[in-house]
């Protein structure tokens, strides 16, 4: 999945930021610590998440951020849950210790770019209709983005060229060594003894999620999988 961190909105009231210097305020901290109150309570600054689907049927989540390092703005993200564009792996050069390269290959599917460009424009028809918006009346920031400022404002061109400079997998990799493909039902790689793959990289596809919670499950079991084999390696020697 990939996110596209693109639309920012205008509000007539003015509140509390989400900077490095918030986050080092030792009044903000023990506001948080001990009342459980203040700006320090909204992990990560998002308040709010929607699922809605594309017309192409495949599911898109909305992402609302109430805090910024602007004191009267917020954020609203999109985020492809399904896309069909596929990144790949490879290898920099002959040394182990060298990162590999990493090719995410956003929008390589023209589907994901179609689908990105009804979030943002379901997004801001959300915020400009929705009563509880207007009551602040919130607005789409009318300064266009830079790189994007020679074409129409709001013009599905606009919101192309948006989504191809905004978008990062915020640490959401996975699928690199598939199950069926690279590792087997008990996480073991095909044809190396010894060695086992458990992280997000073994699902043989893109979960519709956040990739949190279903990589501690596979974390989770693939520690007990590993425990079983200790123990019945153990019993063997022993018995």
């Known amino acids: ?75 609203m993200a999109t985020v492809l849950l399904q896309p069909d564009a596929r990144g790949k792996v490879t290898l920099k050069n002959n040394d182990p210790l060298k990162p590999p390269i990493m090719s995410y290959g956003y929008y390589d599917s023209n589907t994901d770019l179609e689908d990105n460009i009804y979030a ?7 915020v400009e ?14 300064v266009p983005y830079l790189k994007c400022d020679h074409l129409p404002f709001r013009s599905d061109d606009y919101w192309s060229c948006l989504s191809k400079h905004l978008t990062h997998t915020y640490h959401h990799q996975c699928g690199t060594c598939r199950m069926g493909d690279v590792v087997n039902n008990k996480l073991q790689v095909f044809g190396v003894r010894g060695l ?19 990589t501690l499950m596979i974390g989770e079991k693939g520690a007990d999988m590993i425990n079983i084999y200790l123990c019945s390696c153990l019993n063997y020697v022993i018995f």
């Open 1 to 75: 999945m990939y996110h596209c961190l693109a639309l920012e909105f205008i509000v007539n009231k003015t509140g509390p930021v989400i900077n490095q210097q918030t986050i080092l305020d030792p009044h903000l901290f023990e506001e948080w610590f001990k009342y459980g109150q203040g700006p320090l309570t909204v992990p990560r600054g998002v308040d709010g998440l929607a699922y809605i689907r594309a017309p192409s049927g495949r599911g898109l989540e909305l992402i609302f951020g109430p805090l910024s390092d602007k004191p009267n703005v917020f954020i």
């Open 120 to 126: 943002l424009k379901f997004s801001v028809k959300m």
């Open 129 to 142: 209709e929705t009563q509880a918006f207007k009551d602040i009346a919130a607005k789409l920031n009318p």
């Open 196 to 214: 086992r793959v458990v992280d997000s990289s073994i699902f043989p596809h893109i979960p519709h999620a956040h990739l949190y919670a279903p």
